[in-house]
């Protein structure tokens, strides 16, 4: 009976140090290798809100989020100054009036600051005329969590460009579309540089958009595409909620997915904020990041 009991161990050892061999000598899926998280997200906190409303939005989104852009922040700038400092928050918001409007913010424990730039895409409809001009902003980060970089682009796109996703044939139409380009040029441009997200209100509705097709609005500029490409919540995980501007999708979050081989950060879901005092909702996007 011993010797049965003896071997029979001896058995089920062997049988242990073969599956824990095969286990080593199997390659990890992106599903299975180590991974770290974290949110990003966008908001346009209204510039007309009382200075009560606007840090109860600010701090509505920073507590739901680890890097946040937001829109039409920059006459806040000194605020959001001292809010960054006495938080624990990076916050690039260069410039003026508007070219900070469209600020980058992120937590101090989550990232390191790497490298920063502003570029200015169009005075809309003309220097010093109503609606401003435009500038895409971004932000090179370093994730230590997992060791790689992540930049982040921020934008906001002028209102008024589109009727059922169809251009509006106005200057200003002509300026977001230069922006839109811009946009996809500058993560274009990063994303040999590591992994690469794109925020803001781009002042295009989503379903609209991708229904008519224009050439030169955000569906075709970043997502009808083959791989690589710029891909957003709405395309990966459909539309959720009303709207995040009344009923129109409009606030986006986009990351730059390879091909699946080469994908090192996976977007894995995304949630609207509500309760906002903003006329916007915030849009809260959901990141795994290889290590």
Known sequence: MRRTTDWQARALGALAVAVALVAVLLPATPAVAA??????????IYYGLSQADFVHDLNLIASEADL???NE?????????????????????????????????????MFDVLDKGSIFVCDTNGPGEVP?????????????????????INAHAVA??????????????????????GLKDLAVDKQDEGQVIVSGDFNVD????????????????????ELPNLRSIYNLYGERGTGTHG????????FWKRLPEHQLM?????????????????????FSIQN
Not at 35 to 44: D, M, V
Not at 247 to 254: A, L
């Open 206 to 225: 989503f379903s609209a958009d991708r229904s008519y097709g224009y050439a030169k609005f955000p569906w075709q500029v970043f997502e009808a595409n």
């Open 68 to 70: 946040v852009g937001l």
């Open 132 to 152: 401003p001009a435009r500038y895409n902003n971004w932000v090179k980060y370093r994730h230590p969590a997992s060791g790689r970089t992540v930049t982040h």
């Open 35 to 44: 991974s770290a998280g974290f949110r990003a997200a966008t908001l346009n």
């Open 266 to 286: 996976w977007m894995t879901g995304y949630d609207i904020v509500g309760a906002t005092r903003s006329d916007h909702n915030g849009v809260v996007a959901t």
């Open 247 to 254: 009923s129109r999708h409009i606030d986006y979050v986009y």
């Open 160 to 181: 008024s460009i589109e009727s059922a996703g169809r251009p509006e044939d106005l200057p200003r139409t002509r300026c977001a579309e230069a922006q839109f380009q």
């Open 73 to 109: 922040v920059g006459a806040r700038k000194a605020f959001l100054e001292s809010w960054a400092a006495d938080n624990g928050w990076w916050l690039y918001a260069p410039g003026g009036t508007n070219q900070a409007g469209e600020a980058l913010i992120a937590r101090k424990s």
